[in-house]
């Protein structure tokens, strides 16, 4: 006989407490002590069984074999790469996002290629019916006829997490996609859908239903004003994979992070585009201007890792007149602590006076940097557009700076700068203690050993009026 117990959850860090309190012990947030009941069956487990009947024991580690499962390839090359290669049989993947960045138009674009190519898939929408999901998807997929997909692809439009399982066992699918989490419930829980106790208990029963069969279940979440995804971090510690769509829905760009996957790298991204026909894939040089080659005052282009590849980011600054003592710092795409310790580095062993500055910092294409490797880059685009110089034409910059103004080593020395050159970069500015590592490149590589060093390679640009 099972009994219902009431406990309580912090919505921000997932602890469990016994009791309600204002403010969470562990993580010390404010009005994040939400109430949940669970259930719990009377007696010890000391008679819990394995999937297959058996009783689990334990086993030295060289008797156990490896487990190698073949992924699924989705057929989308940049959210293949997210995942690590494709889909791992039996996991669990939580997708969240704004609303109207795109969450719904892949899943859906990648269920349809998973159909096409033979694999049965079941598309559960909690949000609309089974006519408005054809009919996106007919405006996504466009005139494409294709008996296969058509065959293979399947709608549901229901809420009862215990009906989707159901039809998934009864379709025989492979992947299982949840559209969206909020709304699915189970008919014994006494809470509302999207509540502590549904997502809880809805999440539970999705996670052990893909380990029990192997299918595949994406399960799409959305995402609160403070740009979390809705509902305890529980959710993120349930799942193997947790999505993250960024952009700005009002332009075109739109990036995949996985912020956590147990089947592959957290650094890979996926690139897409938004179009009249869904997404579309786009190659990474689009993220640099096309005037990127031409002396401009106040940018600078940094080829920073995205994962296992390169990407060159383009960062933007902007300098003009503000009040001693009030001056404004604003960064884009990059820390603003970061920014403002550029800024004291310039000030102190540049030479420059920013105290009375407004200054302006992003990085152009939608793109967020958070390793050092680009404070040379910052630093020379703060420079630039305050003197009004700038960078020499078809140079790439990396390098971290250090609070004494010196000029530090990056990791991936030699792949960042293979790709500057192949993207067309004449000249890299590269840390001087790593120099001797790209002696073999010949010229075009510029040893720089701090930050004073590196002003001076900044020229005059004449005004346009």
């Known amino acids: 006989m099972s009994k219902v117990k009431t406990s309580f959850v912090c919505k921000e860090c997932g602890a469990i407490c016994v009791r309600w309190s204002g403010r969470c012990l562990e993580c010390g947030a404010w009005d994040s002590i939400e109430p949940f009941q669970a259930s719990e069956v009377d007696g010890d487990d000391s008679g819990r069984m394995s999937i297959d009947g058996a009783s689990p024991s334990a086993a030295p580690m060289a008797e156990i074999s490896p487990l190698e499962v073949p992924r699924i390839p989705t057929g989308i090359g940049e959210f293949d790469r997210t995942l690590g290669g494709g889909l791992v049989p039996g996991s669990a993947v939580l997708v969240g996002g704004d609303p109207g960045i795109g969450k719904s138009t892949l899943l859906l674009q990648a269920f349809s290629a998973l159909a096409a190519r033979g694999v049965r898939v079941l598309y559960a929408s909690s949000e609309e019916s089974a006519q408005q999901v054809k009919l996106r998807a007919e405006r996504i997929l466009g005139d494409v006829i294709s008996t296969k997909r058509d065959s293979n692809l399947f709608l549901l439009a229901e809420t009862s997490v215990a009906r989707i399982t159901n039809e998934a066992r009864r379709v025989h699918a492979t992947a299982l996609a949840i559209d969206s989490i909020q709304l699915v419930h189970r008919h014994d ?18 996670v052990q239903f893909a380990k029990t069969t192997g299918t595949v279940v994406m399960i799409v979440g959305h995402v609160t004003k403070e740009g979390d995804l809705a509902g305890p971090k529980l959710l993120e510690h349930l799942v193997d994979v947790v999505l993250s769509f960024e952009g700005d829905r009002h332009h075109a760009y739109r990036l995949v992070r996985a912020s956590k996957n147990r089947f592959g790298s957290t650094h890979e991204i996926g690139l897409f585009e938004m179009t009249g026909e869904g997404l579309a894939e786009v190659d990474e040089s689009v993220l640099a201007a096309a005037n990127a080659t031409e002396p401009r005052p106040g940018t600078a282009i940094v080829p920073v890792m995205a994962g296992s590849r390169v990407l060159l980011a383009e960062i933007q600054a902007l300098a003009v007149a503000g009040f001693l003592g009030s001056a404004k710092r604003k960064a884009s795409g990059m820390d603003s602590g970061r920014l403002s310790m ?4 310039l000030e102190k062993h540049g030479g420059l006076r920013l105290a009375d500055q407004d200054i302006y910092a992003s990085v152009a294409g939608g793109l967020r940097i958070v390793e050092p490797a680009a404070d040379l880059g910052v630093c020379l685009a703060i420079a630039g557009a305050h003197l009004s110089r700038a960078l020499p034409p078809a140079t790439a910059v990396l390098g971290e700076v250090g609070l004494s103004g010196e000029i530090r080593p990056v990791r991936n020395l030699d792949q960042r700068v293979a790709e500057a050159i192949r993207r067309g970069c004449s000249s890299v500015l590269v840390p001087a203690g790593q120099a001797d590592v790209l002696t073999r490149r010949g010229g075009g590589i510029v040893a720089i050993r701090s930050i004073s060093q590196a002003l001076e390679l900044l020229s005059p640009v004449a005004r346009l009026n």
């Open 342 to 345: 550029m800024i004291a580095v």
């Open 189 to 206: 829980a006494d809470a509302l859908p999207g509540s502590m106790t549904q997502l809880r208990r809805c999440c539970l029963e999705l």
